[in-house]
C-alpha cells in the first residue's frame, strides 16, 4: 500500500468551475503539506505549502489539510485554462524525504 | 521563491555513452539535492539524496555504479548516466531545499529529457 494516494484522474472542467483535487495519507506521522503543479515537459513548481490541519488561501487557490481524516485537498476556483497541467500533492516527516502522490492531470476547457 | 537550473534540457545520445545533467542553485545554497527519474504521466521516483562533500545516498533499486552523483559545491550537483541503454531513456529532474526555509519546502529545477538510442 502505498504511503499517499491521489485521486488519479483525469479531470476536464470547463472554464470557471471549481476544482477539487484530494489525496489521502497512511502515516501519521507527516506534518508538512505541499501542492505542486507541474506542466508537461516541466519540473514542479510549489503552489502551496501548509504545516498544520486547517485552510490556507491564496488568490483562486485553497489548501485544505484534515489530519484527522488523513486527507488533503486542493481548491481551485474559477479555473483557467492555464491551470490545465498535473498535480502532484506531496508531504513529509519532520526528519524524512518528501512523498508523492501519482499526481491529476486536470484540463480546463475554455 | 528560489531558482534551480538544470543543464542540459533535453539530451539524445548513443547506448553505451555516458551522459552528465548538472543542477545548481542559482540563488541559494544547497547542501542537499535530491535526484528524481519521472516516466510519462507518472509520479517523481526519488533516486538519490545528494549531500555536499560526502557520498550520495541511493534508494533501494537504485545502481549507484549506474548514476554516479556529485555533489561538490554547495551550488552544483551532478548525475551521471554512465553506459546508458534506451531503458535509461527518461526524463530527470533534481530538487533542493532552502537552508533554513520550510522544511519540505523543495524548489524543481526544469528537469532533463534524456533519449538513449
Known amino acids: 500500500q502505498k504511503e499517499v494516494e491521489q485521486d488519479p484522474g483525469p479531470l476536464s472542467v470547463p472554464e470557471g468551475a471549481i476544482v477539487s483535487l484530494n489525496c489521502t495519507y497512511s502515516n501519521s506521522a507527516f506534518q508538512y503539506f505541499m501542492w505542486y503543479r507541474q506542466y508537461s515537459r516541466k519540473g514542479p513548481e510549489l503552489l502551496m505549502y501548509t504545516y498544520s490541519s486547517g485552510n490556507k488561501e491564496d488568490g483562486r487557490f485553497t489548501a485544505q489539510v484534515d489530519k484527522s481524516s488523513k486527507y488533503i485537498s486542493l481548491f481551485i476556483r474559477d479555473s483557467q485554462p492555464s491551470d490545465s497541467a498535473t498535480y502532484l500533492c506531496?508531504?513529509?516527516?519532520?526528519?524524512?524525504?518528501?512523498?508523492f502522490g501519482d499526481g491529476t492531470t486536470l484540463t480546463v476547457k475554455p | 521563491g528560489a531558482v534551480v537550473s538544470q543543464h542540459p534540457s533535453w539530451v539524445i545520445c548513443k547506448s553505451g555513452t555516458s551522459v552528465k545533467i548538472e543542477c545548481r542553485s542559482l540563488?541559494?545554497?544547497?547542501?542537499?539535492m535530491f535526484w528524481y527519474r519521472q516516466f510519462p504521466k507518472q509520479s517523481l521516483m526519488l533516486m538519490a539524496t545528494?549531500?555536499?562533500?560526502?557520498?550520495?545516498?541511493?534508494e533501494q533499486g537504485v545502481e549507484k555504479d549506474k548514476f554516479l552523483i556529485n555533489h561538490a559545491s554547495l551550488t552544483l550537483s551532478t548525475l551521471t548516466v554512465t553506459s546508458a541503454h534506451p531503458e535509461d531513456s527518461s526524463f530527470y529532474i533534481c530538487s533542493a531545499g532552502l537552508a533554513g526555509g520550510r522544511t519540505g519546502e523543495l524548489f524543481f529545477g526544469e528537469g532533463s529529457r534524456l533519449t538513449v538510442l
Open positions: 540563488d541559494f545554497q544547497a547542501t542537499t
Open positions: 506531496a508531504m513529509r516527516t519532520n526528519a524524512g524525504k518528501s512523498t
Open positions: 545528494s549531500n555536499e562533500g560526502s557520498k550520495a545516498t541511493y
